[in-house]
């Protein structure tokens, strides 16, 4: 990538990511997201935070997340100490136009998949090129598996049109989730067909622990622009 390719890249997230936090009122619990968009909502809460006062409590997502906001002066909370999020930031690798996602590209899919469960308003914030009409025409589906089902999960995923690959964090080394689990990441030649079905399918695979399958849990979308602006489209 190009010099030029990555400062447009960083501009679209960027606009998404504060987009989303100026959205965000005092005295709301949010779900903090992960990867490099909710990098800059993170940065323009911690702004925020000093120059308006706002008053939130983050729950986050993933490790990472825990360290940046902990790092800009974010208060935070452990899911177990809330029983529900009133809004929810977060990425996505895909989006389609009704709004079903695939993410786990950070790895971090078991835990912001249980944050939006609780969620009373999922925002997601991308670049135009995450918006697409097919899932799994751009990005591979993540599976989260238990290290010792990875055979026969791997198997079962094949038997439904994919092709998993185990995601390395080195050459020859699995990468272990958060949770100590691994990801198989899955290819579908043609894309998903029917992403909803296809998610009760891989649920029902003994020791695949979570899918990166997101059905009917995002309200709104953030659209970062390459001018800095951003659209909004809501659900």
Avoid at 2 to 18: D, F, L, N, P
Avoid at 54 to 73: H, W
Avoid at 107 to 136: F, Q
Avoid at 190 to 202: M, Q, V, Y
Wanted: glycine share 12%.
């Amino acid at each position: 990538m190009t010099t030029t390719e990555e400062q447009r890249v960083t501009s679209v997230k960027e606009a998404a990511g504060r987009r989303a936090a100026d959205m965000v009122e005092t005295g709301t619990i949010v779900g903090l997201g992960t990867g490099s968009t909710v990098w800059f909502t993170l940065l323009r809460l911690a702004e925020r935070i000093q120059s308006e006062g706002l008053e939130i409590v983050g729950v986050p997502t993933s490790m990472d997340t825990t360290e940046k906001a902990t790092d800009l002066g974010i208060p935070l909370l452990g899911l177990g100490e809330v029983e529900k999020i009133h809004l929810t930031i977060d990425g996505a690798d895909e989006i389609d136009g009704e709004f079903q996602m695939i993410k786990g590209g950070g790895g971090a899919l078991l835990r912001e998949k249980v944050i939006a469960s609780i969620s009373d308003r999922e925002v997601i914030v991308v670049g135009p090129d995450k918006v697409v009409e097919k899932l799994g025409t751009t990005f591979l589906l993540p599976v989260e598996v238990t290290s010792f089902a990875l055979p026969t999960v791997s198997r079962a995923l094949a038997a439904l049109g994919c092709e998993p690959v185990l995601r390395l964090s080195d050459p020859g080394v699995a990468l272990t989730t958060d949770n100590g689990n691994q990801i198989l990441d899955c290819r579908f030649p043609n894309g998903i067909d029917d992403p909803r079905n296809l998610e009760r399918a891989i649920a029902a695979i003994p020791g695949a622990v979570e899918s990166g399958l997101f059905i009917d849990l995002a309200h709104a979308v953030i659209i970062g622009k390459e001018d800095g602006s951003a659209e909004v489209r809501e659900r």
